[in-house]
Nanobody
Framework: QVQPVESGGGSVQAGGSLRLSCAAS????????MGWFRQAPGKEHEGVAA????????YYSDSVKGRFTISQDNSKNSVYLQMNSLTPEDTARYYCSADWGVRSSGFCYGGWGQGTQVTVSS
C-alpha cells in the first residue's frame, strides 16, 4: 500500500546518462528490496533492476545489464538507478517498487510509484 516516489526522469540524447531516484516513504523500516520496472508504448511491462538490502545484492534484466546500476541509500530508504549508454530503446516510463516481504532475489514485485518518464532521442 505504500507508494514509492520517483524522480529524475527527463530527456537525453542517445549515448547519454541519466540518474533516477526513488524514496520508499511512508514506512521507517528498511525494505526487503527496491527496484525498477518500465513500460514503453507498444511494449510489455518489463523488470529492469532490483536491490536487496539484507543480501546486498542486485538483479538486472538482460537488456540493461552492464549499462544500468542500481545503488542503495539506507539512510533514506532509497535507491538510485544510474543509466548509462542510453539508447532510444530505453525510452519508457520508469516505475519504482518496494517490498517488505520475504523475497530474496529476482525483480522486486511490490508497491510501486506513479513513474517518471525517460525519453532518449537519436
Amino acid at each position: 500500500q505504500v507508494q514509492p516516489v520517483e524522480s529524475g526522469g527527463g530527456s537525453v540524447q542517445a549515448g547519454g546518462s541519466l540518474r533516477l531516484s526513488c524514496a520508499a516513504s511512508g514506512y521507517t523500516d528498511t525494505p526487503t528490496c527496491m527496484g525498477w520496472f518500465r513500460q514503453a508504448p507498444g511494449k510489455e511491462h518489463e523488470g529492469v533492476a532490483a536491490f536487496y538490502f539484507r543480501e546486498n545484492s542486485t538483479y538486472y534484466s538482460d537488456s540493461v545489464k552492464g549499462r544500468f546500476t542500481i545503488s542503495q541509500d539506507n539512510s533514506k530508504n532509497s535507491v538510485y538507478l544510474q543509466m548509462n549508454s542510453l539508447t532510444p530503446e530505453d525510452t519508457a516510463r520508469y516505475y519504482c517498487s518496494a517490498d517488505w516481504g520475504v523475497r530474496s532475489s529476482g525483480f522486486c514485485y511490490g508497491g510501486w510509484g506513479q513513474g517518471t518518464q525517460v525519453t532518449v532521442s537519436s
